[in-house]
T-cell receptor
């Protein structure tokens, strides 16, 4: 079954404690990205990756890091989480990325992160 | 600044009637538009899309209309079913860019 898998689904952590949210896709997609969803703001892109070892910032990259060492995985790293990073996070993958147009994204189920 | 706007946070419709969800955008460079549906505790799932070279795209009960001069698109669901109850996100992209801009979503409730 084609899917994007995020872990964990729920996470409560304290300010400053480094954490990683994992994302894995089994569709051999080149393009992966991370979004956060906040009330009244919709989904905003954090980082994206066009392929292995190719990553770039989205609209709200501050406080986040990513890596793409293999095609299927795209972890999101919060080196020093702060309460304003409390949000619902989604990982997405697509075959070629938005730049090529005419492509849909597949989303993971989301990770609800609370930073206290 | 929101480049894609959904001004109706919620919409309630009787089963069997038409649901119309609206979306406005500000960036005239957007040339591809998508609608996603999201159920609670799940990620968004792709529903339907339209290229800027068209003004209408139909897929079963779902039709998307694009009015480029007004920078407006709408999603029509006919007939509406209780299983359509979800949050609907409008999204837009520009060929050559690497971002997909989302609206804030409209929660549709279809009343049996």
């Amino acid at each position: 079954e084609a899917q994007v898998t995020q872990n964990p689904r729920y996470l409560i952590t304290v300010t400053g404690k480094k954490l990683t949210v994992t994302c894995s896709q089994n569709m051999n997609h080149e393009y992966m990205s991370w979004y956060r969803q906040d009330p009244g703001l919709g989904l905003r892109q954090i980082y994206y990756s066009m392929n292995v070892e190719v990553t770039d910032k989205g609209d709200v990259p501050e406080g986040y890091k990513v890596s793409r060492k293999e095609k299927r995985n795209f972890p999101l790293i919060l080196e020093s989480p702060s309460p304003n990073q409390t949000s619902l996070y989604f990982c997405a993958s697509s075959l070629m990325g938005w730049a090529s147009g005419n492509t849909e994204a597949f989303f993971g189920q989301g990770t609800r992160l609370t930073v206290v | 600044d929101q480049q894609v706007k959904q001004n109706s946070p919620s919409l309630s419709v009787q089963e069997g009637r038409i649901s119309i969800l609206n979306c406005d955008y500000t960036n005239s460079m957007f040339d591809y538009f998508l609608w996603y549906k999201k159920y609670p505790a799940e990620g968004p799932t792709f529903l339907i899309s339209i290229s800027s070279i068209k003004d209408k795209n139909e897929d079963g009960r779902f039709t998307v209309f694009l009015n480029k001069s007004a920078k407006h698109l709408s999603l029509h669901i006919v007939p509406s079913q209780p299983g359509d109850s979800a949050v609907y996100f409008c999204a837009a992209s520009e060929t050559g860019a690497n971002n997909l801009f989302f609206g804030t979503g409209t929660r549709l409730t279809v009343i049996p």
